[in-house]
């Protein structure tokens, strides 16, 4: 779902609103084949983006700064899983990161005459959380160019082991320890 940076020519088909997306990419396809430009089948493939991923992206593009701060953040709240950090804290910097790039993707949402309904907003903070949980992610993401949308990440995203509920003997042995 998500690629490294595109070209030039592919990337600007990342900023182009999805109403305009097909015209724009079958204009920049056949401009890019009688230049005769390897680019044009990669150009081709990129698929009409959602209205919540093109959200997603314009609040990446135009915001480094937030995404540098989510990243920073899921990294910080990765380690504090792991005892090693404050998980308050990193909890709150990851909040404050995805709640700025959401209010972002509502005003891009806006300029295009759509609205930001809940289901939406929905889609576009579990698309950009999950890209920034994902190190394959994160240069697309940092680049605005999220090639579909990605569900929202589960506890899974903190470790790469499962944490095993205690035993039922260790339950009973830790209330009655004294």
């Known amino acids: 779902m998500a690629r490294a940076k ?16 097909v015209a724009a990419r079958r204009r920049l396809v056949t401009e890019l084949r009688a230049a005769k ?4 089948a990669k150009a081709a493939r990129l698929r009409k983006p959602t209205v919540a991923l093109w959200a997603a992206n314009q609040a990446a593009h135009t915001n480094r700064h937030a995404v540098d701060a989510l ?16 998980l308050r ?7 404050t990161a995805l709640d700025g790039l959401t209010a972002s993707a509502r005003e ?13 907003v929905a889609r576009v903070s579990a698309t ?10 994160h240069d697309a993401l940092r680049a605005g160019q999220l090639t579909g949308e990605r569900p929202a990440p589960g506890f899974e995203a903190f ?18 320890a004294p």
Do not use: M, N
């Not at 891009?108 to 930001?116: E, F, K, N």
């Open 6 to 21: 595109r070209d030039d020519a592919s990337a600007a088909l990342f900023r182009v609103p999805p109403a305009e997306f």
């Open 159 to 176: 470790g790469a082991g499962v944490v095993k509920a205690p035993t039922r003997a260790a339950r009973g042995a830790r209330s009655r």
């Open 37 to 40: 430009r390897d680019a044009d």
């Open 71 to 86: 990243l920073d953040a899921v990294r910080r709240l990765k380690q504090a899983h792991l005892g090693r950090g404050d």
């Open 108 to 120: 891009q949402l806006g300029a295009i005459a759509h609205a930001a309904t809940p289901e939406i």
């Open 128 to 137: 950009l959380l999950a890209s920034a949980v994902d190190p394959g992610a």
């Open 89 to 95: 804290g990193a909890i709150d910097a990851q909040r």
